[in-house]
Each structure stands twice: as structure tokens, then as C-alpha cells.
């Protein structure tokens, strides 16, 4: 079992619909990191959180640190959103555990 | 101005081979990364590098090589290369002095390397 998991590991929206992406992990750690690998490989950090909740635009990035649970939200998900997101959590050390990703469409 | 960037972006190359992959970074940043994606898109890390010194070393096979001349550059050397070394690698920076991967890492744009 993989100490970092997301789901879904597909999901499928309608331009405009709310979307949520969960990370569940199973070990300590002192940071959660959010990431969005675009169809062109590219990889790009969207939130590094320790604890309650972030906003950036239309993504909030949640986490409940007894529940070792984070929620990735897209509010007004548009087709520019499709990409891979990538929750890893940073272990002491300099280390980020990386879940499997969750491959995002969004269709018009 | 590329905050991460590698050389070369793509490599071919046959088993046996030795090939190297450089990174620089100008943001300033203390700590270096190398992942490797694999061809079901699983990131993982390989090395890490604070100041040019070597912290973490993720049981990768003593073919790869990290070298940091200065801690804006980390470059990746491959001995004898395998089938299996084929992937996306990938080179990152984050502030991190602390230790703890509480920083925002950057991320370089990859270099595909397959291996014939």
C-alpha cells in the first residue's frame, strides 16, 4: 500500500462543475504539497499547506491533519484545468512521498 | 527567465551507454532535486542536495551519479544504461535549509531519456 493515496485515480466534469480530489496518507510529515503535471509534461507546485486551508483563484487545497486527509477543490472547472494533480507530502529529511495522481478532464 | 532549467530536454541513446543530464536553477535555492516519472506517470525521489551536499540517496543503483559543482547546478550521471532506466527525469529546487520539504519545490520541464 502506497503511504500516499488519491482518488479519484480518473474523473471526468462538465465545464463549470465543482470538483474535488482527495489525498489520504499514512505517514508523519511536515508539509503537504499539491502539484499540476499540464499535458505537456511540465510539472508546476499549486499549494504547500501544514494545516487548515489555502486559496488561490478557483483552487482551494484543504487539510485535516488528524484525519491525515487533503481535499483539492476547483470551483468553475474550465477544459484549461485538465491536467494530472499530484498530492505528495514532505517527510523529514527532505523528502517528498508522491501519491499516484489523479488524471483530471474537463470537458466543454 | 527559466527558474529550473535542464539539458537536454530528450535522449536516445543505447544500453550501455554512459549519459549525463544537467540542471541549473537561478532562484537562489539551497536544496536540489532528481525524480524520476515512470512510464505509469509515478514520480519518485532519487537524490537530494543541500549546499551541495548530498542528503538523501533513495536506494538508486550505483550507475546514477549526482554531482553538484555549486548549488545551482545538479547534474545526473547514468553509467551503463539499462532498459529500465528509460523515463522522464526530472530536476527540482526549494529553499528547504530547514530539512523537512516544507518549501515550495520548482521543477525543471523533464528530460525523456529512452534506452534502445
Known amino acids: 500500500k502506497n503511504e500516499v493515496e488519491q482518488s479519484p485515480q480518473n474523473l471526468t466534469a462538465q465545464e463549470g462543475e465543482f470538483i474535488t480530489i482527495n489525498c489520504s496518507y499514512s505517514v508523519g510529515i511536515s508539509a503537504l504539497h499539491w502539484l499540476q503535471q499540464h499535458p505537456g509534461g511540465g510539472i508546476v507546485s499549486l499549494f504547500m499547506?501544514?494545516?487548515g486551508k489555502k486559496k488561490h483563484g478557483r483552487l482551494i487545497a484543504t487539510i485535516n491533519i488528524q484525519e491525515k486527509h487533503s481535499s483539492l477543490h476547483i470551483t468553475a472547472s474550465h477544459p484549461r484545468d485538465s491536467a494530472v494533480y499530484i498530492c505528495?507530502?514532505?517527510?523529514?529529511?527532505?523528502?517528498?512521498?508522491f501519491g499516484a495522481g489523479t488524471i483530471l478532464r474537463v470537458k466543454s | 527567465d527559466t527558474a529550473v532549467s535542464q539539458t537536454p530536454k530528450y535522449l536516445v541513446t543505447q544500453m550501455g551507454n554512459d549519459k549525463s543530464i544537467k540542471c541549473e536553477q537561478n532562484?537562489?535555492?539551497?536544496?536540489m532535486y532528481w525524480y524520476k516519472q515512470d512510464s505509469k506517470k509515478f514520480l519518485k525521489i532519487m537524490f537530494s542536495y543541500n549546499n551541495k551536499e548530498l542528503i538523501i540517496n533513495e536506494t538508486v543503483p550505483n550507475r546514477f551519479s549526482p554531482k553538484s559543482p555549486d548549488k545551482a547546478h545538479l547534474n545526473l550521471h547514468i553509467n551503463s544504461l539499462e532498459l529500465g532506466d528509460s523515463a522522464v527525469y526530472f530536476c527540482a529546487s526549494s529553499r528547504d535549509a530547514s530539512g523537512r520539504a516544507s518549501d515550495t519545490q520548482y521543477f525543471g520541464p523533464g528530460t525523456r531519456l529512452t534506452v534502445l
Open positions: 499547506l501544514s494545516s
Open positions: 532562484l537562489g535555492h539551497d536544496t
Open positions: 505528495a507530502v514532505g517527510e523529514y529529511g527532505n523528502k517528498l512521498v
